[in-house]
Antibody, heavy 116, light 106 residues
């Protein structure tokens, strides 16, 4: 049974980068069946897909982030990561990682990142 | 692809049937649509994939259908644990998008 766990700072200053990692257990990020996605949810709001990465390192991003986002994969650590640059208060959200086969079948518990 | 869910809120009672709609701005071929349930303080849980296939462990009171641009999630005989927010999500394109959610409230 796959498990995903987000980690990273819970507080980020405005204009600085937000950096999160997702550690995967019970599966390999090298599994060719899956992408690995990041999703966020601002307080009281809906779900917003940020981007994903494939085992090969190829990525897809939500255009609304206007080039601020980078998702990468570390196959040796069985992790994937998110960097969001130049954050503002609007980037305050719960950030989730998920295993992506198109549908998002397995999710981490989420981590709250506050920009202040 | 923009997904529009309706209604925004459904106020129902246990035992009722809930009908949730998800409309896409363009046709989603191959039925690449999923539904999720989210309860307060929890991560979303996959209910349905491929427009109509229940994920593992999802009770059969959850039924989904649709194709093209119009999709429906029906919850028969609402149980107390079904009161939550429901999201649709498309994966027809490499850029995933979610609907804005429907709250099923008591």
């Amino acid at each position: 049974q796959v498990q995903l766990q987000e980690s990273g700072p819970g507080l980020v200053k405005p204009s600085e980068p937000l950096s999160l990692s997702c550690t995967v257990s019970g599966d390999s990020v090298s599994n060719v069946r899956y992408y690995w996605s990041w999703i966020r949810q601002s307080p009281g709001k809906g779900l917003e897909w940020i981007g994903n990465v494939y085992y090969s390192g190829s990525t897809n991003y939500n255009p609304s982030f206007k080039g601020r986002v980078t998702v990468s994969i570390d196959r040796s650590m069985n992790q994937f990561s998110l960097i969001l640059k130049s954050v503002t208060a609007a980037d305050t959200a719960v950030y989730y990682c998920a295993r992506d086969s198109g549908d998002l079948g397995s999710w981490g518990q989420g981590t709250l990142v506050t920009v202040s | 692809i923009v997904l529009t869910q309706s209604p925004g809120t459904l106020s129902l009672s246990p035992g009722d049937r809930a009908t949730l709609s998800c409309r896409a701005s363009e046709s989603i071929t191959s039925s690449h649509l999923a539904w999720y349930q989210q309860k307060p303080g929890q991560a979303p849980r996959l209910l349905i994939f491929a427009a109509s296939i229940r994920a593992t462990g999802i009770p059969d009171r959850f039924r989904a259908s649709g194709s093209g641009t119009d999709f429906t999630l029906t919850i028969n005989r609402l149980e107390p644990e079904d009161f939550a927010v429901y999201y649709c999500q498309q994966y027809h394109t490499s850029l995933r998008t979610f609907g804005q959610g429907t709250t099923v409230a008591i």
